[in-house]
C-alpha cells in the first residue's frame, strides 16, 4: 500500500478541495496537508527502495502482465521527492504570490491534480497508463495556465494544448504498433521479449520507437521540437508556471529515460546518432535563445530548453555513469529552475515587471535576494561545488569514457554562455541601479512588504535543498549510480514485476 500513497494524498486532498469549493481558505489548509502527506510518502517511498528493492502492486489482483502494474524503483522515488519538495515551496509561495480570484477558480484543486499525474507517470508499470497519467498531467497543465484567461495567458495556452495534442496522437499510434506487434504494454513483459535472442521484428521495433521520441520529444522540448515552450511558460503567474516549468519537462525526460532503458534501447545504427545530435542542439539552441532575451521569465524558459538537452546527453551516451549524470541533473533542475522561477516572482511582485530594463539596484536594497538569486543562478551554470557541477561532471565524465567528445565539448561550451546569460540577468536585475522612470512607477503602486517576506518561505526551502545535494552530494550521487544501474541491468526490474528469473 505505500506504493500508492505518493498517488493517493494528491488525489484525496483534491477530492477534498472540491467538496469545499467556495472556501478558499479551507482548501488552502486540506492543499497544505496533502502536500506535507505527499513529501512524507515520497520519504517512505524512497526509504523503502532505497536498499535496492523494487516495490510491485497488482491493482484488482490480477497477475502481471495482465493487470494494472504500479512499479516503484529508487529513480521513480528520487523524482517523486523532488516533485513534492517543489509543491510545497510553490503552495508556499502560492498563499500570498496568486490572486484570489485564480484561488476560487480551482487553483488548490488542479494543483493537486497536477502532482497526482505526476506519481501516476512515475509509478506505472505499463506502456499504455503511461500515456494515460500524462494525460491526466497534462489536462491539468492546460486548466491551471489558462486560469484567469487573460489574453496572453489563452494564446499560450492555445499554443500548449495544440501541440501537445498533436503528440499525445503521435504516442497513442506508438502505443497501439507496440501492442500489435507483441500482444502486451507491460514494460517488464516487453523489457523482457526484446532482450530474447530469437526477439522478433526488431526492425518494426525500432521504427515504432520513432513514435515515442517524437511524442515525447515534443511534450520534452526537445530539438527541433521546443518552439512551444518559451511562448507559454511566461505568461501565468509564477505560482503555476514555477511548477510546470521546474517539473513537467522533467517528467518527459523521466519517461524516456525510461522507456529507452527497458523497451527501445538505443542501440539501432540510427538511434545512438540521433539522440546524441539532438541533446547536442537542444542545449546549443537553447542557450543562445536565452542569452537573446530581455526578460527574467523569457530567459529561464529558455535555459529549460537548453538543460533538457543535458538530461538526454546521459541516455544519448548510454552507459551507466552518463545515465546517473542525467539523473543527478534532472533532480537538481527541478530545484533550481524552480527556485529561480520563484525569484523572479519575488522579484516582480515587488517592482511589478519582469522586463530586464526596468528593474535595478535589488543587490542594495535586497540583498539576502541577490545571494539566494546568485547561488540559484551558479548551480544551474555548472560552478563547482554547487549542484550542477557535480551533475556536468558526471555527464563529461561518461562521455570522455565512452568516446563523445564533440557532445562533452559542447556540453562545457554552453555551460560558459548559461553563466553569461545569468550574469545578464545579475547585471540587470541586481547590479546596476533602477532606471528614474521605473522608480515612479513603484512608488505609484502599493508593496505589501509583510507578503513579500513570506515569499522568501519557500526560495530558502528550495536553497536549502539545493545546497544539501551539493556540499552532501556523494549520497545523492550513489542512489543516482543504483537507480542508474537498475535502469541499465533489467534483470532486477523484471523480476519484481513478472517474478520470474530467466535470463537475459
Not at 32 to 38: E, L, P, T
Not at 154 to 160: I, R, V
Amino acid at each position: 500500500m505505500l506504493l500508492l500513497f505518493p498517488l493517493l494524498m494528491p488525489l484525496y486532498g483534491a477530492i477534498l478541495c472540491l467538496l469545499f469549493w467556495r472556501q478558499v481558505r479551507t482548501q488552502a489548509v486540506v492543499a497544505g496537508i496533502a502536500q506535507v502527506c505527499w513529501f512524507a510518502s515520497a520519504c517512505l517511498l524512497l526509504y523503502e527502495v532505497s536498499e535496492g528493492i523494487i516495490l510491485t502492486t497488482q491493482i484488482g489482483s490480477w497477475p502481471a502482465p495482465f493487470g494494472i502494474t504500479f512499479v516503484a524503483d529508487l529513480f521513480s522515488a528520487l523524482v517523486i521527492l523532488s516533485a513534492a519538495i517543489v509543491g510545497i515551496a510553490v503552495f508556499l509561495f502560492s498563499l500570498y504570490g496568486l490572486d484570489n480570484t485564480r484561488k476560487k477558480y480551482g487553483y488548490y484543486p488542479m494543483l493537486l491534480f497536477l502532482q497526482m499525474g505526476v506519481s501516476g507517470v512515475c509509478l506505472t508499470g505499463d506502456i499504455f497508463n503511461l500515456y494515460v497519467w500524462f494525460e491526466v498531467l497534462l489536462i491539468c497543465c492546460f486548466a491551471l495556465l489558462a486560469l484567469g484567461g487573460t489574453r496572453a495567458q489563452l494564446e499560450g495556452t492555445l499554443k500548449y494544448v495544440t501541440i501537445n495534442f498533436f503528440a499525445s496522437g503521435i504516442l497513442l499510434t506508438g502505443v497501439g504498433v507496440v501492442y500489435a506487434l507483441y500482444g502486451s504494454l507491460n514494460l517488464a513483459e516487453l523489457a523482457l521479449i526484446v532482450r530474447r535472442p530469437d526477439h522478433p521484428n526488431l526492425p518494426l521495433l525500432s521504427l515504432c520507437s520513432i513514435f515515442f521520441l517524437t511524442g515525447f520529444g515534443i511534450k520534452s522540448a526537445l530539438f527541433p521540437l521546443f518552439f512551444w515552450l518559451p511562448a507559454s511558460y511566461h505568461a501565468p503567474p509564477i505560482a503555476i508556471s514555477s511548477f510546470i516549468a521546474g517539473l513537467i519537462s522533467k517528467v518527459g525526460i523521466y519517461t524516456f529515460i525510461r522507456l529507452f532503458t527497458l523497451v527501445f534501447v538505443p542501440t539501432a545504427d540510427f538511434m545512438m546518432p540521433l539522440l546524441l545530435a539532438m541533446s547536442g542542439l537542444t542545449m546549443v539552441i537553447g542557450v543562445i535563445g536565452a542569452a537573446a532575451q530581455k526578460d527574467f521569465r523569457k530567459i529561464l524558459s529558455f535555459h529549460i530548453i537548453s538543460q533538457i538537452g543535458y538530461m538526454l546527453m546521459g541516455l544519448a551516451i548510454y552507459t551507466p555513469l552518463a545515465i546517473a549524470g542525467s539523473i543527478y541533473f534532472i533532480l537538481h533542475n527541478i530545484l533550481v529552475k524552480t527556485n529561480l522561477f520563484l525569484v523572479s516572482g519575488v522579484v516582480a511582485h515587488q517592482h511589478h515587471t519582469f522586463s530586464l530594463k526596468k528593474l535595478g539596484g535589488l543587490y542594495l536594497r535586497q540583498p539576502f535576494l541577490a545571494l539566494l538569486f546568485l547561488l540559484s543562478a551558479l548551480a544551474l551554470a555548472g560552478l563547482p561545488p554547487l549542484s550542477g557541477f557535480w551533475g556536468k561532471f558526471m555527464l563529461a565524465k561518461g562521455g570522455f569514457e565512452a568516446g563523445s567528445y564533440d557532445l562533452v565539448a559542447t556540453s562545457l561550451g554552453v555551460s560558459m554562455i548559461t553563466l553569461f546569460s545569468m550574469t545578464k540577468i545579475w547585471n540587470e536585475v541586481f547590479w546596476k541601479s533602477k532606471p528614474e522612470k521605473a522608480k515612479l512607477k513603484t512608488l505609484s503602486k502599493i508593496v505589501n512588504q509583510k507578503h513579500i517576506r513570506f515569499m522568501y518561505v519557500p526560495v530558502v526551502l528550495l536553497m536549502f535543498f539545493i545546497l544539501f545535494i551539493s556540499l552532501f552530494a556523494q549520497p545523492v550521487i550513489q542512489l543516482a549510480q543504483e537507480a542508474a544501474n537498475q535502469l541499465f541491468y533489467t534483470n532486477t526490474y523484471i523480476d519484481a514485476v513478472l517474478n520470474q528469473k530467466e535470463g537475459l
